[in-house]
């Protein structure tokens, strides 16, 4: 059985991987940027009796990333797989964005993921094994206006880890990422489009719209997780895996056509992108009652 340090795992993605993993009998430890405040984790270890450790980690508090990987070698001597699932989200469009919120953004979900990163692709690398495996989103695949910084950073974790395939493959580390559409998470519940005047509702309103539909029929976090344990365990696994309706038939259209043509769609307003997206994609996505979920 493997050593599994999951990151963000208070709640959502994270908490079902950690708890997951633990039920298949690996040591799981679930970091937490605030401990004391994962009682619904503690709750659900302590239920079945999981082997699951919670440990204090900020993705942008590299001290404390440190820290925790340095108690799981002292207890362990390795760390079989690492997955980079914390992160946080944002949408408006760029000239509305204050800069301090898209420094928020890739702080936490590319520049503290590559802090992880940093601490433990040494350890993998002297173990000559393990298994990477980033959290990252549909929206690093495919973008869409009003979530541009959002998008940008998961488009850099992309990136991050083709290198990091090729670079940890002679080390016999392997690198995955993870690309979910809506996930029925608390995320949800934590933001909401931008309100008041904006020259940019439309734009919005097709976000909205988008996020809309994924929720009649949204992956659930332990289908997340299951793409995760395959990362993890078999052995070839996939470098992409695309989690959910959304994420697997707005990619497949995507590959349809050219980078022109799709753009060239995707720059449409009003009906015609609709009619045009709906018969490239075969779901009609946007042309659905606009109300913004917020559920939990």
Same mark, same amino acid.
């Given at each position: 059985?493997?050593?599994?340090?999951?990151?963000? &795992?208070?709640?959502?993605?994270?908490?079902? %991987?950690?708890?997951?993993? &633990?039920? #298949?009998?690996?040591?799981?430890?679930?970091? =937490?940027?605030?401990?004391?405040?994962?009682?619904?984790?503690?709750?659900?270890?302590?239920?079945? !009796?999981?082997?699951?450790?919670? $440990?204090?980690?900020?993705? @942008?508090?590299?001290? %404390?990333?440190?820290?925790?990987? %340095?108690?799981? /070698?002292?207890?362990?001597?390795?760390? *079989?797989? +690492?997955?980079?699932?914390?992160?946080?989200?944002?949408?408006?469009?760029?000239?509305?964005?204050?800069?301090?919120?898209?420094?928020?953004?890739?702080?936490?979900?590319?520049?503290?993921?590559?802090? @992880?990163?940093?601490?433990?692709?040494?350890?993998?690398?002297?173990?000559?094994?393990?298994?990477?495996?980033?959290?990252?989103? +549909?929206?690093?695949?495919?973008? /869409?206006? =009003?979530? &541009?910084?959002?998008?940008?950073? #998961?488009?850099?974790?992309?990136?991050?880890?083709?290198?990091?395939? /090729?670079?940890? &493959?002679?080390?016999?580390?392997?690198?995955?990422?993870?690309?979910?559409?809506?996930? +029925?998470?608390?995320?949800?519940? #934590?933001?909401?489009?931008?309100?008041?005047? %904006?020259?940019?509702?439309?734009? +919005?309103?097709?976000?909205?719209?988008?996020?809309?539909?994924?929720?009649?029929?949204?992956?659930?976090? *332990?289908?997340?997780?299951?793409?995760?344990?395959?990362?993890?365990?078999?052995?070839?696994?996939?470098?992409?895996?695309?989690?959910?309706?959304?994420?697997?038939?707005?990619?497949?259209?995507?590959?349809?056509?050219? !980078?022109?043509?799709?753009?060239? $769609?995707? =720059?449409?307003?009003?009906?015609?992108?609709?009619?045009?997206?709906? #018969?490239?994609?075969?779901?009609?996505?946007?042309?659905?009652?606009?109300?913004?979920?917020?559920?939990?």
């Amino acid at each position: 059985m493997s050593v599994i340090l999951v990151t963000g &795992a208070s709640t959502g993605i994270g908490q079902e %991987t950690a708890l997951h993993m &633990a039920r #298949k009998g690996h040591t799981v430890y679930g970091a =937490c940027r605030n401990p004391a405040g994962a009682t619904e984790l503690k709750e659900k270890i302590d239920a079945e !009796n999981l082997p699951v450790s919670i $440990i204090k980690l900020d993705l @942008v508090d590299p001290a %404390t990333i440190k820290t925790a990987v %340095t108690e799981i /070698m002292e207890k362990h001597g390795r760390i *079989d797989a +690492l997955v980079n699932n914390a992160g946080i989200g944002g949408g408006r469009a760029v000239e509305e964005t204050p800069l301090e919120e898209v420094r928020e953004i890739f702080e936490t979900n590319y520049f503290g993921n590559v802090s @992880v990163l940093r601490e433990v692709t040494p350890i993998m690398r002297k173990q000559n094994s393990g298994r990477i495996v980033t959290v990252g989103s +549909l929206a690093g695949q495919v973008v /869409m206006g =009003c979530h &541009a910084h959002y998008s940008a950073s #998961k488009w850099a974790m992309e990136g991050l880890s083709e290198a990091l395939a /090729m670079e940890m &493959a002679e080390f016999n580390v392997k690198v995955s990422i993870i690309e979910p559409g809506v996930v +029925l998470t608390p995320i949800w519940a #934590k933001g909401s489009l931008p309100e008041g005047e %904006t020259p940019y509702r439309k734009t +919005l309103d097709r976000l909205a719209r988008f996020f809309m539909f994924g929720h009649t029929r949204p992956a659930m976090p *332990d289908d997340v997780a299951s793409a995760i344990a395959h990362a993890i365990e078999s052995d070839k696994p996939h470098f992409r895996y695309p989690v959910g309706p959304d994420a697997v038939e707005t990619v497949a259209a995507k590959n349809k056509v050219s !980078n022109d043509e799709w753009m060239e $769609i995707n =720059c449409l307003q009003g009906e015609e992108f609709n009619e045009k997206m709906a #018969k490239l994609v075969g779901v009609d996505y946007y042309r659905g009652e606009l109300n913004f979920p917020n559920a939990e």
